[in-house]
């Protein structure tokens, strides 16, 4: 079965850095397009950042462009997410999105918090 775990999540101070990982399995990696999505309280889900099967063009939100950074390794089947110059409206929880033919898959999310 398809399995997506995030890890990488913690407390950080505004203007830092955290990478995060999604570790997936039960399903061939390099072929499907894999995003990344936060949750605010109280907020919609809502898309981060996304990456096709071979690594091509990503697509970034307007709120993270020039910060944050989508990437893959189809070898070790793990999705990341570089975030830098972090701000305190980046504070959410944060998804690994894999949508497989017509359904899409969730990990459990990794809790960003960006506090002084």
């Known amino acids: 079965q398809v399995q997506l775990v995030e890890s990488g999540g913690g407390l950080v101070q505004p203007g830092g850095s955290l990478r995060l990982s999604c570790t997936a399995s039960?399903?061939?990696?390099?072929?499907?397009?894999m995003s990344w999505y936060r949750q605010a309280p109280g907020k919609v889900r809502e898309l981060v950042a996304s990456?096709?099967?071979?690594?091509?063009?990503?697509n970034y939100a307007d709120s993270v462009k020039g910060r944050f950074t989508i990437s893959r390794d189809n070898v070790k089947k793990t999705l990341y997410l570089q975030m830098n110059s972090l701000k305190p409206e980046d504070t959410a929880v944060y998804y690994c999105?894999?949508?497989?033919?017509?359904?899409?898959?969730w990990g459990q999310g990794t809790q960003v918090t960006v506090s002084s």
């Open positions: 999105n894999a949508r497989i033919r017509t359904t899409d898959y």
């Open positions: 039960g399903f061939t990696f390099s072929s499907y397009g």
């Open positions: 990456i096709p099967g071979t690594g091509g063009l990503r």
